[in-house]
């Protein structure tokens, strides 16, 4: 079965404290993409970072990182340092090949809250 | 920047009217969506439109139909609005709908059914 499971329902930090949001996928396909989008209290999902399956390398932007790796099918995202402004709902989402066509499967989130 | 707007922020509308969600994008994008969020399920898919006037059932196309007459307006309508349609409805749209494009998102429409 295709999956993603976003364990941590909702997780609370203090300002300055690192957080990583934990992403664990299944699927049965060897070419899929993977992505992090982030919704904050204004409702507007925003994208963040897509990773194709060949590609394993780390990625960091500015405080935010992910770490990939297909070996445990994990997709972990990394805030450090983290702040007030990073308080939101954080989706992890899998594209595979669903017959003919693509599909994409959305974990169920994880509310972040960070307190000053 | 990609902009999808949603006509209305907050909407609410009795059991058995029709409902009318419009959804606007101005990338000249290919791929619409809509889907409905609701704690405790995430986001689920209703219906996405690939080109003009086509259109492809969601996971939860039931009580909804949609209308795509031109590229940058998706239109979701509930044909007699229930109860249990209460919730956050979310239209996006992308480039490719091949995983190399990213969707983006309107701030969302949040109905109420009474």
């Known amino acids: 079965a295709q999956k993603v499971t976003q364990a941590q329902t909702e997780i609370s930090v203090v300002e300055k404290e690192d957080v990583t949001l934990d992403c664990v996928y299944e699927?049965?396909?060897?070419?899929?993409?993977l992505f992090w989008y982030k919704q904050p209290p204004s409702g507007e999902l925003v994208f963040l970072i897509r990773?194709?399956?060949?590609d394993e390398q780390n990625e960091i932007s500015g405080r935010y990182s992910w770490n990939f790796q297909k070996s445990t099918s994990s997709f972990n995202f990394t805030i450090t340092a983290s702040q007030v402004v990073d308080s939101a709902v954080y989706f992890c989402?899998?594209?595979?090949?669903?017959?003919?066509?693509?599909?994409?499967?959305w974990g169920l989130g994880t509310s972040l809250a960070v307190n000053p | 920047d990609v902009k999808v707007t949603q006509s209305s922020r907050y909407l609410v509308k009795r059991t058995g009217e029709k409902v009318f969600l419009e959804c606007v994008q101005d990338m000249d994008h290919e791929n619409m969506f809509w889907y409905r969020q609701d704690p405790g399920l995430g986001l689920r898919l209703i219906y996405f439109s690939y080109d003009v006037k086509m259109k492809e059932k969601g996971d939860i196309p039931e009580g909804y139909s949609v209308s795509r007459e031109k590229k940058e307006r998706f239109s979701l309508i509930l044909e007699s609005a229930s109860t249990n349609q209460t919730s956050m409805y979310l239209c996006?749209?992308?480039?490719?709908?091949?995983?190399?494009?990213?969707?983006?998102f309107g701030n969302g429409t949040r109905l109420t059914v009474t």
């Open positions: 990773r194709n399956s060949f």
């Open positions: 996006a749209s992308s480039l490719f709908w091949t995983g190399l494009s990213p969707l983006h």
């Open positions: 699927t049965r396909d060897t070419t899929y993409y």
């Open positions: 989402a899998l594209i595979f090949n669903a017959g003919n066509n693509r599909k994409l499967i």
